[in-house]
């Protein structure tokens, strides 16, 4: 991951972008950054360019605010043979969320704003375990994103709680 960063951050010095990935979560492609840029849709952009995918860019500030939400929400009931991960997903682009999202086949939603919306994805667990059943996760967080794509439109990318608050704490570190 070192170097995949190193690199990056010499993409974005060719594109004179004023970012830089100082800090990331594990493998997840979840970054810290620093920039003395404050368009966030500029910072997207030049991010989205050096690393070739669309980037939500989020502040310490509104990532806590969304984890409290998040972390209130009621789960939804427990079903036989499934586990319920509480999750967040985030606008990247496009039209916002300003409608109530109905359950899908891959999870419950719950609103936050219009540029996030908490999410509880439907994992199935392994037969007679308490694990996941990594043979059939049903599409995962790239699922969760797409249903809200496809409900609301834009385009939209999810994380599991846990991730989000160890990106978070990652920040925190690297603010400090």
Not at 2 to 14: D, F, I, P, R, W
Not at 54 to 72: F, G, M, P
Request: proline share 3%; charged share 25%; aromatic share 8%.
């Amino acid at each position: 991951m070192e170097a995949y960063v190193k690199a990056t951050n010499q993409k974005l010095s060719l594109l004179n972008s004023r970012t830089r990935i100082t800090d990331w979560y594990y493998g997840t492609g979840d970054f810290v950054l620093s920039t003395a840029d404050n368009n966030r849709l500029r910072v997207a952009d030049d991010l989205s360019l050096a690393l070739g995918t669309s980037c939500a860019i989020l502040r310490i500030e509104e990532l806590n605010a969304y984890v409290a939400v998040a972390t209130k929400a009621v789960s939804p009931p427990s079903e036989v043979g499934l586990r319920w991960t509480r999750g967040i997903a985030f606008w990247v682009r496009g039209k916002p969320c300003t409608v109530t999202l109905k359950p899908t086949a891959h999870g419950v939603f719950f609103p936050i704003n219009r540029y996030a919306v908490g999410a509880f994805k439907k994992d199935k667990l392994a037969v007679g375990k308490e694990t996941l059943d990594k043979e059939n996760r049903g599409g995962g967080w790239g699922a969760i994103s797409a249903d809200i794509e496809n409900t609301v439109g834009g385009t939209w990318t999810s994380r599991a709680l846990e991730r989000v608050e160890g990106a978070v704490a990652k920040a925190r570190r690297s603010s400090d």
